[in-house]
């Protein structure tokens, strides 16, 4: 039984039914045959304001999961803090996302959103590891009037947070759902791809392709002219067991793909610069999309699937005024900071900064592999000419282009010199990760000797 996770019967008793008044429920819930500790806003009670008993409430739950080792799932509909609650109410969600932070890396933390979530405990949502949204959410810390009367600017609840905002332009939403119902569906499924906790593997299906076939639809996948596009997701479906592929945040930064899916049974992440957006052009959310969804699959032991084609990071002032230095070095921070199998698959476009920090064999990732078509180098034909020959005629640059492209646009001498394991035509990739998956399941490494590293938030 279920009861016999728990320290005593207490305890047991103590998360289905002390744990139950208030704007908020807590207690043991069975999702998808997993058992987890669910917490629950009730709207219906002063529109689910949190006072200090709720924030309580959800700091006693978030203990428990963390002491049993088992999913947090917090279901979040709320008005705010409970006004007539005063200085306690916040002393209550504060409590909150102290426990809440403190399960972070170690326990799955998997959050909801049905309704409205304002002021301070929409942070709780930032401190999830995934957050499905329904069509009539909202969140925002600052409401429309207070925006309205610092900035003279008049928004709707829809127009300042709403769920197409979440989705797409702040990223705290990983996916949408029609109503609640299907918000639970979608944790459920997600979490068949995790394990309960950090001492523990993903659980392998049992249901999965034989991994050493051959898919020649991924000859074909990159264009013959440089400068098209094509959809990356395309060589994730035919790379994983049969084509499922669970997508995170697609909205948010799309010029970046992550997600989770299965490759002879195992889980994996997927990491993807995807070329029909930005030509897979590396920005500041694109950097953190990839630096928060890497440090998950570390967290929580799942191997990364690499796809690199970029052709580097995003030039201009706004950008590096707002960060790309600080904001680039979080993904190569997380890259480097991994202790998980790393598999790198170079499709095309590898250039300079952008190439380093997605997961090149100098950030210590375990196999690199290129395909034929795959360039590797500082930069392109058509930078590197405009610098090395600025004084020469449009034919000399022409042929200089040409060399150039035929010498160092090519994965050889990268193989030559290491940096790459194996080049190898594009259908044979599916076969090379699942061997390379098979020697590096039970890889294991030293950790760092130090509390924490600072790493570039």
Not at 267 to 282: C, D, F, H, K, S
Not at 306 to 325: A, H, S, Y
Not at 406 to 432: F, K, M, N, S
Request: charged fraction near 20%; proline fraction near 5%.
């Amino acid at each position: 039984m279920i009861r016999n996770r728990y320290k005593s019967q207490a305890e047991f008793d103590l998360s289905i039914t002390n744990l139950s008044r208030g704007s908020t429920a807590a207690g043991i819930r069975n999702l998808g045959g997993r058992d987890v500790v669910f917490v629950t806003s009730r709207p219906s009670s002063k529109r689910g304001a949190l006072s200090e008993s709720d924030g309580v409430r959800i700091a006693e739950g978030a203990r428990l999961a963390l002491k049993n080792r088992l999913p947090f799932v917090l279901i979040l509909s709320t008005s705010g803090a409970e006004i007539t609650d005063g200085i306690g109410a916040l002393h209550g969600w504060g409590l909150a996302a102290k426990e809440i932070a403190l399960c972070s890396g170690n326990i799955p933390i998997l959050a909801g959103l049905i309704g409205p979530a304002v002021s301070g405990p929409t942070l709780l949502l930032g401190l999830a590891d995934y957050v499905s949204v329904t069509p009539e959410s909202f969140a925002f810390l600052s409401g429309t009037q207070m925006v309205a009367s610092f900035t003279g600017i008049n928004l709707t609840t829809e127009e300042l947070g709403g769920s197409n905002i979440l989705l797409s332009k702040s990223g705290v939403a990983y996916e949408a759902a029609d109503n609640p119902n299907e918000v639970i569906e979608q944790i459920a499924y997600l979490l068949s791809f995790l394990p309960d906790n950090t001492d523990k593997l993903p659980p392998r299906s049992d249901e999965f392709e034989e991994g050493l076939d051959l898919r020649p639809n991924l000859d074909t996948i990159i264009p013959k002219e440089p400068t098209s596009s094509y959809d990356v997701r395309d060589i994730v479906a035919e790379i994983v067991d049969f084509g499922e592929f669970l997508e995170l945040r697609r909205f948010w930064a799309p010029q970046i793909v992550t997600g989770l899916a299965r490759i002879d049974g195992r889980t994996v992440g997927v990491v993807a610069n995807q070329p029909m957006i930005m030509a897979g052009t590396l920005d500041i959310p694109a950097a953190q999309k990839g630096a928060r969804f890497v440090r998950f699959c570390d967290a929580f032991n799942i191997p990364i699937v690499t796809l690199e084609d970029t052709p580097g990071f995003l030039p201009g002032k706004d950008v590096e005024w707002r960060g790309m230095i600080r904001h680039g070095a979080e993904l190569a921070f997380s890259y480097a900071a991994c202790s998980i199998p790393r598999i790198c698959v170079i499709t095309r476009k590898a250039y300079g900064g952008a190439y380093i920090v997605m997961d090149s064999k100098g950030m210590g990732n375990d196999f690199t592999i290129a395909w034929p078509t795959s360039e590797i180098a500082v930069m392109g034909a058509e930078g590197a000419v405009q610098i090395l020959h600025r004084r020469a005629n449009d034919s000399q640059r022409a042929r200089a282009k040409s060399e150039y492209e035929q010498t160092y646009l090519t994965p050889w001498i990268a193989a030559e010199r290491g940096y790459v394991d194996t080049v190898i035509e594009p259908r044979e990739t599916r076969q090379a990760i699942v061997r390379a998956l098979n020697l590096l399941i039970s890889k294991k490494e030293r950790l760092r000797p130090a509390q924490h590293a600072n790493s570039p938030l």
